[in-house]
């Protein structure tokens, strides 16, 4: 039987390189990994990265994200049948802490958002909680000289922040300090995921 791993956090973590670098290490195990992220590249979840939605509130955009789940849990479901390893950059906890945060005065409950998903979707094995102080992952996202994301900013994503540390208390997602050099979180991650699997 394969496992789900979710890597969350906010902005500028390090959850994309912390996936990339622990799937490396896995299938140098000899183990068969998948990787996947949320919004997914097709269908609902291409239409939302394109940004064609323009601005929608916070709840219509979490129906879109939900609506995008629903499929995407589906593959991730018979990818882990098949015994492989999943790691998900971002799942259902996204937008649980991005649109009940307030953006633009605008947010949904975080219980409505929790309980969306609830019927359908398959809880990780484990989640990985990347952490790191905004100001900070700010920082990392300028250099990447990327188009900045209506995300990005420091009140949205400090509130964002506090709303992944509050799931991580009530649903025991582990926690890794993502302030540090790249190494020691990968370090911390693959600890983490070797005792799971």
Not at 1 to 10: C, P, Q, R, W, Y
Not at 90 to 100: D, E, L, M, N, W
Not at 122 to 146: C, S
């Amino acid at each position: 039987m394969g496992s789900l791993i979710v890597f969350e956090g906010i902005d500028g973590t390090g959850k994309s390189t912390a996936c990339r670098l622990a799937a490396e290490a896995l299938r140098r195990k000899g183990l068969a990994v998948e990787v996947t992220a949320e919004p997914t590249h097709e269908g609902i979840g291409a239409f939302i990265r394109s940004g064609a939605a323009g601005r929608i509130s916070q709840r219509a955009e979490s129906l879109l994200f939900t609506a995008d789940r629903w499929e995407h849990t589906e593959a991730m479901r018979k990818s882990v049948s098949e015994g492989k390893v999943v790691l998900c950059d971002r799942y259902y906890a996204s937008t649980a802490a991005y649109q009940s945060a307030k953006l633009e005065g605008d947010s949904a409950d975080m219980d409505w958002l929790m309980s969306l998903c609830e019927p359908f979707v398959r809880v990780p094995d484990v989640v990985i909680l990347l952490d790191a102080d905004p100001a900070a992952t700010l920082e990392r996202v300028g250099v990447r000289g990327e188009a900045e994301s209506k995300f990005e900013n420091l009140p949205f994503l400090t509130q964002v922040r506090a709303a992944y540390l509050d799931l991580a208390e009530r649903y025991g997602y582990e926690v890794v300090d993502a302030s540090r050099p790249a190494d020691d979180v990968l370090s911390d991650v693959l600890q983490i995921i070797h005792e799971v699997l």
